[in-house]
């Protein structure tokens, strides 16, 4: 019998709901209990198993899980080495550098002292503001990034932005696209060697929309 | 790299990987040795690494090189080497992928790419992203039939196929001639029956500034890292000695292989099963001596106690220590051996030469 392939797939959030769905159009429904962390799946090929989105480069890096799907955003913040097979399409959004209405800062050029950014992504905005030649101090976060230019904590902030509403709500302004993102189907290098042609099979039936 | 300075300036550096030092041997103290030199060695070496699991910096390497021959023959024997050497550990499902630099660096130069656009073709095979390629390959004009070409072998999985797919290209491509060369090497494998092990891998082509022939690499299902690899180097020598010595080697990654047999469900032990170890207690240090003296000549690990422990703390530490039995001698030469069976916990009196014929026995068992 030759071992099952693991599927790791966002266990919140935006993409949960949309990897579930092409999943089960794809033939993949997913068998779930509630509150389970591993479910098999209606195929005999498969198994998945629910994680936080954040890490899932790294589960599907290590072989932890063979493939996976998660943002193009997450996968350049972790320098993940994985194999970015598919992108899936859904979870498009933007990761941008955004500063208060009222700040005078209105491109990245404005950008004089060192000012402090609050950020979900420390990696991907160190490496932004070093290529733009910009010296910054990155305060590392963990969710509610509008938050600290209001209390003061930082003068600006690098996150994702679907619509710019949560921005506008938020009294930020954009002023830089970091990175373009989107929910991409990932694979462990090896893993692509010993299930190509499951792999590709799935891939195949994820490109038709599932 | 990790590199250091000496106290006289000179750059110190420890070795990341045992190719480069072996090459040094040949070329400074072999050179008389016939050709082809077989080595092989196992070492530690040393590399930074980034990774959130590996946390250790110092890694080991079992290895071999073929040096001074560059026959199909001989690539032929180092990656069938590696197979067995996989299996002989104990991993099962062992696959060996299989590129060639030679052809990779040609088809780079077909296609008259500049340094940066190399690194940037290497980036999107290795991907597999062919959509990204296609309009690669696309923006730097490569000729139509090189393309075709590319995102054939980038499909093709058999080294058999990889070789006619090469033959068909039309025109003189000096790409054309890697045909022979693959199919030469896919008749080597066969040799060894590793034909339906072995897959070919366009993408695969290691460090390239380095290997100038077949690349190969070894992986098992469920494990997310391949476990070894190598291929043929026949440049690397002539940069240390002037002198071109073509040569094939491997290298297996130990750490690695220990976690991939853990993860196909293999006990690993880190004692030998057959070994008996006894540790040996008296009152008289000059008897625990003499007495743990001639068990290890019977091939038993004996240990004297030093720690004048007694009762229930001299069993336990025993028991924690691994040991098979502990012995208590007494002082008067008459009396038999008191053995404590760690195991089983049970306690018996023997003379010594009872004791050590019961140790045979169980270990003819």
Redesign the interface.
Known sequence: MKSKIRIAVPNKGRLKQPTIDILRRSGVKILKRERVYDSETSSSRFRVSFMRAFDIPLYVQYGAADVGFTGHDIIVERDADVLELLDVGFGRCNLVVAVPKNSRIRTIEDITDVPRVATEYPNTSRKFFASKGKQVEILPVRGATELAPMLGLAEIIVDVSTTGETLAKNNLRQVAVVLESSCRFVCNKIAYRTFEREVRELIDRLKGGG | MFKFQDFDGRMLALRPEMTTPVARMITTRMFSTPEPIRLFYVSNVFRYS?S??ERGREFWQAGVELIGCDSDRADGEVASLLASSLRELGLN?V?L?LGHAGLFKEVQKSARLNPEEKRIFRTLVG???RIELEKFMSRNEFPTDLKKLVLELCEI?KLTEAASALDRRSGSGKVKRFAKALSAVADALSDYHLEDEV?F?FSLIGRIEYYTGIVFEA????????IGGGGRYDDLLRKLSEIQTPAVGFAIEMEKCLQALQSQGCELSTLPDDLVRVLVSSISNERAVETANLLRESGVVAIADVSVRTGKKLIEYGKLARMNYVVIVESDRRRPLVIYDVRSGLKKRLPIKSFLQEICRSRGR
Do not use: K, M, Q, T
């Open positions: 980034r959130y699991v499902e696959r992928d991907r597999r992203d999985r897959y891998d992986s098992v299902p469920g494990f997310g890292f391949s």
